[in-house]
Every structure is written in C-alpha cells, then in structure tokens.
C-alpha cells in the first residue's frame, strides 16, 4: 500500500491500473514467463506487483499488500483456474484493496465491480433492460443492459463482486450456473452468453457479516476460499498505517509532519490491545469494544489527525490530533463502549509515562463534552 505516482493529477483516488501503470507497464516489459489465456501478466509478475520487488533493469516495485506472501501466490493460483476467489475477513483487513489490484495487474483495468447491499437486485449479477427500447422493439439484444459480470464475460476479464454476503440469498444464486457452467442465459432471447478464457470473479465478505446472508452451500463450493487475516505485528501494522497515511495525505495535499509515527504508533497499540483484549506485555487484560478497531480505523484516526495538524494545528500531528478520531473509533455503542474505553485510559493509557499528554488530551475531549 504506497503512494500513487502515476495517479492523475486533480484525482481523489485513481484506479489502480491507473495509479501505478508505469509499474505494470515496466512489469510487463520484463516479463517473460508464460501467461494464462487474457492475462496482461503472468502470475508471478502478477505476485510482484502485489508484493513489491526489484526487477532486472533496476525498476523498483511498490508494494501493495503488505501480508503473507503464501495467501497472496494462492489467490494468484486461484485465479488462473477455473475456480472463483473469495477474499473472507474482518473489516479492514485490506480485501477490497488486495482485489482491486489483482484485477488492475490481471485484466488491466479493475471497474467491473458490483457492490453488494441488502437491495442489490439479481439485475445487478445477471443484465437489464433499456425499458424504452424494451418497448418499442421487444426483447432483442441492443435493448439489453449488460451488468459488469455479464461484460467480464464477454471479454474474459475479472470481475470483483464486494460484500457477497450482504447481497440476499435468492440474489447471490444467480451466480451458481455463472461459476459452474461459465455460462449466462438469457432465457428472454432464446440466448445466452459464454465466458471467454480469462473471465473470473474476486468476491469479498466480512467474517463479521457471518449469519446475515450465509452463501448456500452450492456457491461455496464455486470458491476458493483465501482469509485474510490482521497484520502479524505492531511493526507490520504502523508500516501498513503509514503508508496508506501517507498516500491519502499527499492526495488531500495535507502540508502535516507525522513526526516520526510516534502517534501512528501509539494509535496502532491501542486498537493492537483493545481488540485483542489484553496490552501487548501480556500483563493486563482488557474488555474489548463492539467495534472492530480493524487497520482500516486505524488509517482513518491517523488522517484526521493529520487533517486538525495541518488546518488547525503547527503541522506536526500530535496527541490531541489523533485523541478526537480515536475516541470516536473506539466509542461506537455510547453505553458499553465507554466503559471500557475509561478502563482503558485508567489502567493503561494512565500508567505509561510517556503516554501521558495522549492521557490528558482524551480526558480533555470528555470534559468539553460534559460541559457542552
């Protein structure tokens, strides 16, 4: 996860393919192992893109995830089958990034999504109409509507299908003849279209969605199943919040010092504990929050910080940058959470001299809020 230096000037965030495509063009330059049917890359320049690397000439790959190299080469595998991939974890544990990019390296460009939702109609999975055309011309293909997967299909790409168990049940099967048969049928034309090589799916699911849409066991069997988990370390997860802090803060053109990630450190270590419910000694243990506290939060604690530092602040992020962001990360259930939050601060944040001005600066926060 690292700057973009090939993004577009003026874009929030560019596409993958787009950020980064003088590495897969430099990728593909060297590349010359052998590719499987529409690949832009072979797996193994399609894994250094992901990972990160040097290249023969010199030319210096970014990493993108940073994470179990195995998980990733799987994934690769997966997909170079006829299998479709389901990336499976708590939120924040980077999936819908790690699909992005594999799209972006794999068909080169990474758009065909569909966004999963309790409203997510079968339309989505399968096509449409053009209601207009529907009626004056009857069923015919230039009044279909092709969806993303129905596009992926046809040009035997990937297509990434994000929160699959958010998507309703009835909805999520029409993935099955899809996945087993590579095969869409349009029964509305006497038709139906056929995967070319290189088409595959990259679906994405929360553990914590686990009982609000189980996947039948039919469409579980069409996936390969890679869980991504939380990063191993305290150092691997402030090198990932760094990064990422640092790419979003040079997109938002934020003039803030990070100082050294003294603060990203210290954040990463209070969602490290609360969410393992124990301090990184082992000495202590703690309640844990309803809330996940994934990397994800993590990240976005450290950019508001950096937002107050640079708009309100001397540029510098501190302990009164970062106390806002956290508390309202941790707090999500006003009751539960704020009990264990006070906890927290009491026995550890408390206890730990040079965590003091973070100590004060959260205590501060609760004060104004009383008074207000």
Request: with cysteine; glycine share 6%; aromatic share 4%.
């Amino acid at each position: 996860m690292t700057d973009a230096p090939g993004a577009a000037i003026g874009i929030l965030r560019a596409h993958a393919e787009d950020a980064y495509a003088d590495e897969l063009v430099a990728l593909a330059a060297a590349d010359d192992r052998p590719r499987p049917p529409s690949w832009r890359l072979s797996p193994w320049a399609v894994t250094t893109y992901v990972l990160g690397g040097a290249l023969p000439d010199g030319t210096q790959i970014s990493p993108k995830y940073l994470g179990s190299a195995r998980l990733v080469e799987i994934a690769v595998a997966t997909l170079a089958t006829d299998r479709a991939l389901l990336l499976l974890g708590v939120p924040g544990t980077a999936k819908t990034w790690l699909g992005e990019h594999l799209a972006a390296a794999i068909s080169g460009s990474s758009t065909l999504v569909v966004q999963g939702t309790a409203g997510t109609p079968e339309e989505a999975l399968r096509y449409g109409w053009n209601y207009a055309r529907l009626l004056a011309e009857g069923p015919s293909r230039s009044a279909l509507v092709a969806g993303p997967v129905m596009r992926a299909m046809e040009s035997g790409s990937l297509v990434r299908v994000e929160e699959l168990t958010r998507i309703p049940s009835d909805v999520q099967d029409a993935l099955i003849t899809i996945l087993s048969e590579k095969t869409l049928p349009i029964p509305e034309l006497d038709a139906e279209v056929q995967a070319r090589k290189g088409f595959n799916v990259i679906a994405t699911a929360n553990n914590r969605d686990k009982g609000v849409n189980d996947l039948s066991s039919a469409l579980r069997r069409r996936f390969n199943t890679v869980v991504l988990p939380l990063p191993d370390s305290l150092e691997q997860e402030v090198e990932i919040v760094t990064t990422r802090v640092r790419s979003l803060g040079a997109a938002l053109e934020l003039p803030a010092d990070l100082a050294a990630l003294h603060e990203i450190r210290r954040v990463v270590t209070v969602m490290r504990e609360l969410r393992a419910g124990r301090t990184e000694d082992q000495r202590t243990s703690l309640k844990s929050p309803s809330a996940t506290l994934s990397t994800a939060e993590a990240i976005s604690v450290m950019t508001n910080g950096l937002s107050l530092a640079a708009h309100f602040g001397d540029g510098t992020v501190r302990a009164e940058d970062v106390a806002a962001g956290l508390v309202g990360a941790v707090i999500k259930d006003p009751v539960q959470d704020l009990v264990v939050w006070q906890e927290y601060l009491e026995t550890v944040v408390r206890n730990r001299p040079d965590w003091m001005d973070l100590y004060r600066a959260c205590r501060d926060l609760e004060t104004s809020d009383r008074s207000s």
